[in-house]
């Protein structure tokens, strides 16, 4: 397997089962449809399903310049997706509501388009709904340039998925997000601005 061009690791802070990957500027949520059960996105935003309601989590990102091969067994995570995704402005990074997050590269460094997100996630079963204070999940991301697809799931395997999948048995839904939670991501999406003297 090619070597990452960019790979860091650190924690990230969930809020309401979620963190996002996001172009700067970009919080409002796609309609709720977890069809693979852990990852859901439209241009500019995506949405990674946590089992944790709130607290931290494990967080490793590498970034690659083409497609990444599966290393060995997928068993070694409870679920694995490839999931396409696409930045508008090139600059999309992991998001998340408290104030602190730790030195991930940016996703899309080869600048605005689409990328292909392979996101593998353990331990989502073991604190389902909780607030935590230390990490009890853990997640990679995957990152390269990549032409729209649709999912690859390559394990699917935990209760957490699986219950987010059970509620996209019938066609799409048009829901948004609870109207406190986008005001929420939306305050937080705007306090990073202003930090950032955007």
């Known amino acids: 397997m090619s070597e990452p061009v960019a790979r860091a690791s650190g924690q990230v802070r969930v809020e309401y089962h979620a963190f996002h990957l996001a172009d700067a500027g970009e919080h409002t949520q796609p309609p709720f449809h977890p069809e693979n059960g852990l990852i859901f996105s439209r241009p500019g935003l995506a949405v990674v399903l946590a089992g944790v309601n709130s607290g931290p989590v494990d967080m490793t990102v590498e970034i690659y310049r083409g497609a990444v091969a599966l290393p060995g067994p997928a068993e070694t995570w409870d679920e694995v997706v490839d999931h ?6 090139g600059d999309m ?5 408290m104030d602190a997050l730790p030195e991930l590269p940016v996703l899309t460094p080869f600048g605005p388009g689409p990328y292909r997100a392979r996101v593998h996630a353990s331990g989502r079963d073991r604190a389902h709904d909780a607030h935590v204070t230390d990490p009890v999940e853990a997640f990679l991301l995957q990152i390269w340039p990549g032409q729209r697809e649709p999912d690859l799931i390559h394990r699917h395997s935990d209760r957490c998925g699986r219950s987010m999948r059970r509620t996209t048995q019938t066609p799409p839904y ?5 109207e406190p939670v986008e005001e929420a991501w939306r305050r937080a999406a705007d306090a990073r ?3 950032r003297g955007t």
């Open 84 to 89: 396409s995704i696409e930045s508008l402005t």
């Open 93 to 97: 990074r992991v998001t998340a509501m």
């Open 174 to 178: 048009q829901v948004a997000a609870p």
């Open 193 to 195: 601005l202003r930090r």
